[in-house]
């Protein structure tokens, strides 16, 4: 194997490395403007995009609303990442971390932030009661795989996705390492969906709302272009497990939210009532 690169004693950062995303990474945090936040009617206010990160969310939101939960209602407003729009003061006010999603809940005395996905999905659904089992054992187990989620997606998006899809070049190693573990991942999902209807039992809970869009969009929208490079076909009960959340009308609404490309069926970039999805999905022919 040969390699070309040594690393300097002290790493600096060195003009921009290409790929997607170059142009925004940096290696420090906080605000680099100012900007107020935009606040709609509804107390529940989420900063985001419609990325799996950020469909997560929407998703439980639409969930929640089906079920007849009117104080779940929303304001959704667009953060566009390649624009560098999670670097605004008022943003990093509800995220120190400068990444979607971030919501922040007005309907107390004192607003309450909630940032990191995984925290949000919790957050909602304690506040709802609704998606989590009461259930210790059933309730731990739902836990369990939504901090597997939040723990193994970033090797499936950070590693495979950006090296196989965003990299400037195509290198082995790192595509090797991160097709493998993509496919282990795949292949626990297997296995316990082999004998599970949902991820976490029988209940279809924040697990699942946690896991789909990142290995659901993989199996049924080809996510990386890599179905068929991580053969995802082969993960037989992954692929019934994704194509049933699919086909939830609640999981429809919540993925075309925060969305500013694709079909114009598919674009609901602002959400302040279920209106603005209902118009939107009604130009699907
Ligand atoms: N662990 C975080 C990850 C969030 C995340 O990575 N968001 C990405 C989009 S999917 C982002 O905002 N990236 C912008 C950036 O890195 O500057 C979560 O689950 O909320």
Not at 87 to 99: L, R, T
């Amino acid at each position: 194997m040969t390699n070309q690169y040594i690393p300097p004693k002290v790493w600096v950062m060195d003009g921009e490395n290409g790929g997607k995303f170059a142009n925004i990474n940096r290696p420090t945090a906080g605000a680099r403007y100012e900007k107020v936040l935009d606040v709609g009617t509804h107390p529940l206010q989420l900063h985001s995009l419609a990325t799996p990160n950020g469909q997560k969310v929407t998703i439980l939101l639409e969930e929640l609303l089906a079920l007849g939960i009117s104080a779940a209602e929303y304001d959704a407003y667009i953060i566009n990442i390649g624009d560098g729009e999670q670097f605004s003061s008022g943003f990093v006010e509800i995220n120190p971390n400068s990444k979607i999603p971030a919501l922040l809940d007005r309907s107390g005395d004192t607003p309450i932030r909630v940032f990191e996905s995984g925290a949000i999905l919790l957050y909602l659904a304690e506040k709802f009661g609704h998606f989590l089992p009461k259930d210790i054992a059933k309730r731990t187990e739902a836990m369990n795989w939504l901090f597997w989620l939040q723990g193994s997606a970033p090797y499936l998006g950070g590693g495979f996705g950006h090296f196989y899809a965003y990299a400037p070049e195509k290198f082995e190693y790192p595509i090797n390492r991160f097709a493998m573990e993509a496919k282990r991942q795949l292949d626990v999902l297997d296995k316990q969906l082999a004998n599970h209807k949902y991820i976490a039992g029988d209940e279809y809970t924040i697990a699942d709302i946690a896991i789909w869009p990142w290995y659901g969009n993989l199996i049924i929208n080809n996510g990386y272009d890599a179905a068929e490079f991580l053969d995802v076909a082969s993960y037989t009960h992954v692929v019934r497990w994704a194509k049933e959340i699919a086909q939830r009308e609640a999981v429809k609404r919540g993925v075309i939210v925060n969305r500013s490309w694709g079909e114009e069926w598919e674009q609901v970039p602002k959400r302040h009532s279920a209106a603005d999805i209902d118009l939107v999905m009604s130009k699907k022919t």
